[in-house]
Nanobody, 114 residues
């Protein structure tokens, strides 16, 4: 079955960096556009970054342009999000999303605090 497993979250100080990973299985990863979203309690999920199936098209949410980098390794069926210059407003649960087959991972918590 489809599985998306995020990892790499944790506690980081303001100004620090983290790299999130999303290991995919159970579907044609190289055929699917992928995204990272994040969510804080009582708010809707916010698009963080998008990457097309072969990486030719990339876009970012306004809140993190220039600080985050999305990438993918199709042979490894893995999606990445490199985050730098983190600030407390980046604290959220981060989810990966596969456009085909419209599936979500379970999320990984990122907390930015001193």
């Amino acid at each position: 079955q489809v599985q998306l497993v995020e990892s790499g979250g944790g506690l980081v100080q303001p100004g620090g960096s983290l790299r999130l990973s999303c290991a995919a299985s159970g579907f044609d990863f190289s055929g699917s556009a992928m995204s990272w979203y994040r969510q804080v309690p009582r708010e809707e999920r916010e698009l963080v970054a998008y990457i097309s199936n072969e990486g030719a098209v990339i876009s970012y949410g306004d809140s993190n342009k220039g600080r985050f980098t999305i990438s993918r390794d199709n042979p490894k069926s893995t999606l990445y999000l490199q985050m730098s210059s983190l600030n407390p407003e980046d604290t959220a649960v981060y989810y990966c999303y596969a456009q085909q087959p419209r599936s979500w991972g379970q999320g990984t918590q990122v907390t930015v605090a001193s």
